[in-house]
Nanobody, 118 residues
Framework: QVQLVESGGGSVQPGGSLRLSCVVS????????MGWYRQVPEKERELVAS???????DYGESVKGRFTVSRNAARNTVYLQMNNLKPEDTAVYYC????????????WGQGTQVTVSS
């Protein structure tokens, strides 16, 4: 009933760019928020960027000014444009959707690796 399918991860040199996409299939649900989190070993999963139903956005402090989250609401698709990538951005990036069907719950993609190195 719920699937989050990610694409766009890979390896890039410092200063480079990547664009992640996630298609959210959630028949019977209302989508409250879509966005991206990332996780590295020995650290908790952290917010990268999110966008809500009214179009408002939220960004993690370390990516402000470099990353941009956007959406195609009609297609239930969320994007993450990552510019000026740094080695510290290396992580597994997870698509996230906060869905409502009587209650709000988090759903996650499988994760896609982003590696920034020279």
């Amino acid at each position: 009933q719920v699937q989050l399918v990610e694409s766009g991860g890979g390896s890039v040199q410092p200063g480079g760019s990547l664009r992640l996409s996630c298609v959210v299939s959630a028949r019977g649900f209302s989508i409250n928020t879509m966005g991206w989190y990332r996780q590295v070993p020995e650290k908790e999963r952290e917010l990268v960027a999110s966008i809500s139903r009214d179009g408002s956005t939220d960004y993690g402090e370390s990516v402000k000014g470099r990353f941009t989250v956007s959406r195609n609401a009609a297609r239930n698709t969320v994007y993450l444009q990552m510019n000026n990538l740094k080695p510290e951005d290396t992580a597994v990036y997870y698509c996230n959707a906060k869905l409502w069907r009587g209650r709000t719950a988090d759903y996650w993609g499988q994760g896609t690796q982003v590696t920034v190195s020279s």
